[in-house]
């Protein structure tokens, strides 16, 4: 079975400064995908950024990066410049392939941006 | 750009009753999801479809039915309502198993 774990369940930090979100997770598949979800009070979940186990370079989008530690099996967000509107439940997910196809979730962080 | 489009947004239920939760995505994925949301608990999910005609379960499928009807359309049957269920349903799907997933805008079912 996979797993996703998230062990901080809240955070906050201050407008223009950088938080960074942890998450680990467990896969017995080499070839697999992680995810990091972000869910404003709208309710809808909307993608934030990828990684591809078999990359080793970090992905980035915009003021959003991961570090992946695929030996630790740790991948971190990481937001620069935080914004309001970046307040949000922020969800780590895993996509392995073999026999165990699914998309798995963590149980979230809820990050508050204060002004 | 509709993505991924579920029925109702809200509904309220009484214990006992059955509903089916509707989902369409006009974006050719091969892979649907149905995930319960709950406080604390993160995403769950209840049951999957990989490809047209094929079915499986997730973590969470006792007390649901699932359809794939064709490539659009994954539907998710509640039989016999129970409070247990009250629940945020949000419905996804993918181009393949192993890429992102996109979600619909959920479905808030309380059940009394």
């Known amino acids: 079975a996979q797993t996703v774990t998230q062990s901080q369940p809240e955070m906050s930090v201050q407008e223009a400064e950088t938080v960074t979100l942890s998450c680990t997770y467990d896969?017995?598949?080499?070839?697999?995908?992680l995810f990091w979800y972000k869910q404003p009070p709208s309710r809808q979940m909307i993608l934030v950024i990828r990684q591809e186990a078999y990359k080793q370079q970090n992905a980035t989008e915009n003021r959003f990066s991961v570090n992946f530690q695929k030996a630790a099996k740790s991948f971190s967000l990481k937001i620069s410049d935080s914004q309001l509107g970046d307040t949000a439940m922020y969800f780590c997910?895993?996509?392995?392939?073999?026999?165990?196809?699914?998309?798995?979730f963590g149980k979230g962080t809820l990050l508050t941006v204060n002004p | 750009n509709a993505g991924v489009t579920q029925t109702p947004k809200f509904q309220v239920l009484k214990t006992g009753q059955s509903m089916t939760l509707q989902c369409a995505q006009d974006m050719n994925h091969n892979s649907m999801y149905w995930y319960r949301q709950d406080p604390g608990m993160g995403l769950r999910l209840i049951y999957y479809s990989a490809s047209e005609g094929t079915t499986d379960k997730g973590e969470v499928p006792n007390g649901y039915n699932v359809s794939r009807l064709n490539k659009r359309e994954f539907s998710l049957r509640l039989e016999s309502a129970a409070p247990s269920q009250t629940s945020v349903y949000f419905c996804?799907?993918?181009?393949?198993?192993?890429?992102?997933?996109?979600f619909g805008q959920g479905t808030r079912l309380t059940v009394v």
């Open positions: 997910a895993l996509n392995s392939g073999g026999s165990n196809y699914k998309l798995t």
């Open positions: 996804a799907s993918s181009v393949a198993m192993n890429t992102e997933a996109f």
């Open positions: 896969t017995s598949e080499n070839n697999y995908y």
